[in-house]
């Protein structure tokens, strides 16, 4: 019966598409990579899918593919770039002819630049798609978002250049603050207009490092 009830949750399990990392920081004009990352609980032989992103924040420079279906033979496209309406379309890749994927990979690689623009962008996933030779598949999509910064680092509350007990005794003297525009207090280290322990945790993963 156990193993029966194991072996039903394992088939229920929903494929997934996950913007990795979900979240980072990243100096305003950097150049950096975002993966597009499938974990699959089924065989896959094709996906499909597209990306907005702020374009006032950043730019998308190349799509790469990933090594989700390395060792096939593949139609890939890497889609079209609208570094003005914030767009990525028509994403695709499958597998020509025989074979199917069951192991987590990377579906694209995705290279952006920042525009030199303090904020925070998403990199949101939509339309999408996961078939196996016949369907289309259920999954979850997760979502992921970048915050750019300018000059000291966000976890740098009094812009001192150290990051100590300073920096701690403000955040925690405005915890639980609404903050209006949000980012608008250096306490809203995440810039999503409350003071709360993402905040918090943040500040402490980066105690005593040079701002």
């Not at 020509?96 to 192991?103: E, K, Y």
């Not at 949101?124 to 997760?142: K, P």
């Not at 300018?150 to 100590?164: S, Y």
């Not at 005794?169 to 603050?177: E, K, P, Q, V």
């Amino acid at each position: 019966m156990a193993a029966s009830l194991f072996a039903m949750i394992l088939t229920c399990k929903a494929n997934e598409i996950n913007v990795t990392p979900p979240f980072e920081f990243q100096p305003a004009e950097n150049s950096f990579d975002v993966v597009i990352y499938c974990v699959p609980s089924q065989p896959i032989k094709s996906f499909e899918f597209k990306l907005s992103f702020d374009s006032n924040l950043l730019q998308a420079n190349s799509v790469a593919p990933g090594t989700f279906f390395d060792g096939y033979p593949t139609f890939f496209s890497a889609g079209i770039i609208d570094n003005t309406a914030g767009t990525i379309t028509e994403i695709y890749s499958l597998i020509i002819g025989q074979g199917n994927i069951t192991a987590p990979g990377s579906l694209i690689i995705i290279n952006f630049t920042g525009t030199g623009t303090a904020g925070v962008s998403s990199i949101r996933i939509y339309d999408d798609g996961l078939t196996n030779e016949t369907m289309y598949l259920v999954h979850e999509t997760n979502d992921g978002s970048i915050q750019f910064y300018n000059g000291f680092l966000p976890w740098d509350v009094n812009q001192d250049g150290e990051v100590d007990y300073l920096d701690c005794s403000l955040t925690i003297a405005h915890y639980m603050d609404i903050v209006s525009p949000p980012g608008s207090q250096p306490w809203d280290i995440l810039i999503n207009g409350v003071v709360d322990y993402l905040d918090l945790s943040v500040l402490v993963s980066h105690y005593d490092a040079h701002g």
